[in-house]
């Protein structure tokens, strides 16, 4: 399974560094194949606005049009803070 399809209820700040990397990843070496398979009904809130981000910081307009992505015009932000490094862990309020 894909790490942005996998149940985030139990993670850590190290767990979501590495989903960011990984989406970083897909998205700035355009692995069009994958991205193109998104399904946006089994990703989180904040593996959308993980995705959200990562597209908008580098401008990737052609992503923004494609069919699967269309959701990003509706990305809420997170009422939880999400930090992604080890001194701070990421709280879900649970």
């Not at 994958?34 to 009904?41: G, M, R, V, Y």
């Not at 593996?47 to 908008?56: A, E, S």
């Not at 997170?78 to 879900?92: A, W």
Request: proline share 4%; charged share 25%.
């Amino acid at each position: 399974m894909k790490p942005y399809y996998e149940d985030q209820s139990n993670w850590n700040s190290y767990d979501y560094y590495a989903l960011h990397r990984y989406l970083h990843r897909m998205f700035t070496y355009k692995r069009m194949e994958e991205i193109k398979s998104l399904d946006c009904n089994k990703l989180s809130e904040i593996t959308k606005v993980m995705i959200y981000c990562i597209i908008n910081y580098y401008g990737m307009s052609d992503i923004i049009k494609l069919k699967n992505m269309k959701w990003l015009f509706d990305v809420k932000p997170l009422n939880i803070p999400l930090i992604l490094d080890e001194e701070n862990p990421v709280s879900t309020g649970k």
